[in-house]
C-alpha cells in the first residue's frame, strides 16, 4: 500500500542518538494517526564512520547509505528518490525525544492550507553564536524570494511532493534549507511556520561551536550567492526576450 507521508532523516556519524529519534517518533505517529495515516520511514546514512546505519536499521522502512559523505542537500534528494508518500517530512537524526512533535507539521498540508510548514523551535538554553548566520539567511532569503522568515535554518519542514519535485535539486551543505525556501516561495508554494518544541543537540561557545558555525555562515552564503546569480541570469534571458 502506498504511504500516506514519507519521513526522511539525514544521518551523519548519529548512532548515538538516531535510534531514540526513529523509537519516538514512530511511537507518536502510531499514537496519533494511526487509524488515519501510513507512514513510510526512510533514512540516509551519509557516509557515517560510525554505526548509524546498524542503529537505524530496524527501525526504518528503507535504508540507503551513501558510501562517502556527500553532504545533507545530497543525502535528501537522495531520501526523496525513494520517498512514494504525498507529504513529504523532513526531520534531523538528534530531536530524540522530541522527534514526534514534528507530526504538527502535516496538519496544514492534509487541510490543504500550506504547501510547505516549517518548524519554529524554542529558544536555545545555551548560549551559541551570536545570531550572525541566522542574519545572513534570513536577510538573504528575503532579498531573493520577498518571504519574511523566522525558522531560516530549520530542518524540520513538511512538504506536498508533487509541489517539491517541481523544483531545481537540493543545494548542498548546512545551506539547503535556505535555498529550499528561496525556491519554494519564488515557485508560489503556501508557506506556513509553526512553533514545534522540539530540541536537539546544540553548539556553544567553544572552539568547535565557533567552527561549526563558521563553516555554516560560509555555506549559507555560497547558497545565497549561488541562488542570486541564477535569479540574475533569468532576469537577463527575460529582459532579452522582452526586446
Known sequence: MKPDVSVIIPAWNEAGTIEQTL????AQAAHRWKEILSFEIIVVDDGSRDNTYQAAWPWVDKMVRHRRRRGKGAALQ??????????LLFLDADLQATAGEALVLIEPLLRREADMAIAKLPPSGVKAGFGLVKGLARRGIRRLSGYET??????????????????????????VEVALTIDAACSGMRIVELDVPITHRETGRDWHGFLHRGRQFAAVGFTLLSRWKE?????????????
Do not use: Y
Open 150 to 175: 523566522e525558522a531560516p535554518l530549520s530542518g524540520q519542514r513538511a512538504v506536498r511532493a508533487d509541489r517539491l519535485r517541481e523544483l531545481r535539486n537540493f543545494a548542498r551543505g548546512f545551506g
Open 231 to 243: 535569479r540574475k541570469r533569468t532576469w537577463v534571458s527575460s529582459d532579452r526576450s522582452s526586446i
Open 23 to 26: 523509537c519516538h517518533f514512530q
Open 78 to 87: 537522495s531520501g526523496v528518490a525513494e520517498a512514494r508518500g504525498e507529504l
